[in-house]
C-alpha cells in the first residue's frame, strides 16, 4: 500500500553535499518510522539514519553523526537526507525505507521496516 520514491543522487567530489528525497504515498505516516540505509558493492545494507514520524526523534549511525541530518515534511509525506562533507566511503546506493516500528524494534535493523524504495545511486570522488 506505501509507495516510496527516493530522488536526488549523484555524481559529487569529497566534501560536497547532496540532498535525498524521499516522496511516500498511500497512507497516513503518523505512526511510523522513515529512515534510510545504503549498500556499497559487495557490503551489507547498513543503516544511515531514522526519524520517527511523530515527534521528529532521529537516529544516527556513527559514520554519519555530525555530516548528515534527516528530517520530515509532515505536509508533504516526505523525508529528507541533507548530506555534508561527502566522502568516497559514502558511496552507495541509498534506501529509503518506512514501517510502523513497535518501540522494542530498533530503528537501525533493516528487517524491522515493512517498505522500501528502490534506490538512489550516491558517487563520491576523491
Known amino acids: 500500500q506505501v509507495q516510496l520514491v527516493e530522488s536526488g543522487g549523484g555524481l559529487v567530489q569529497a566534501g560536497d553535499s547532496l540532498r535525498l528525497s524521499c516522496a511516500a504515498s498511500?497512507?497516513?505516516?503518523?505512526?511510523?518510522?522513515m529512515g534510510w540505509f545504503r549498500q556499497a558493492p559487495g557490503k551489507e545494507r547498513e543503516f544511515v539514519a531514522g526519524?520517527?514520524?511523530?515527534?521528529?526523534?532521529?537516529y544516527y549511525a556513527n559514520s554519519v553523526k555530525g555530516r548528515f541530518t534527516i528530517s520530515r515534511d509532515k505536509a508533504k509525506n516526505t523525508e529528507y537526507l541533507q548530506m555534508n562533507s561527502l566522502k568516497p566511503e559514502d558511496t552507495a546506493v541509498y534506501y529509503c525505507?518506512?514501517?510502523?516500528?513497535?518501540?522494542?524494534?530498533?530503528?537501525?535493523?533493516?528487517?524491522?521496516?515493512?517498505?522500501w524504495g528502490q534506490g538512489t545511486q550516491v558517487t563520491v570522488s576523491s
Open positions: 498511500g497512507r497516513t505516516f503518523s505512526g511510523y518510522t
Open positions: 526519524i520517527r514520524w511523530s515527534d521528529g526523534r532521529t
Open positions: 525505507a518506512a514501517g510502523e516500528l513497535s518501540l522494542y524494534r530498533s530503528p537501525r535493523a533493516s528487517e524491522h521496516y515493512d517498505y
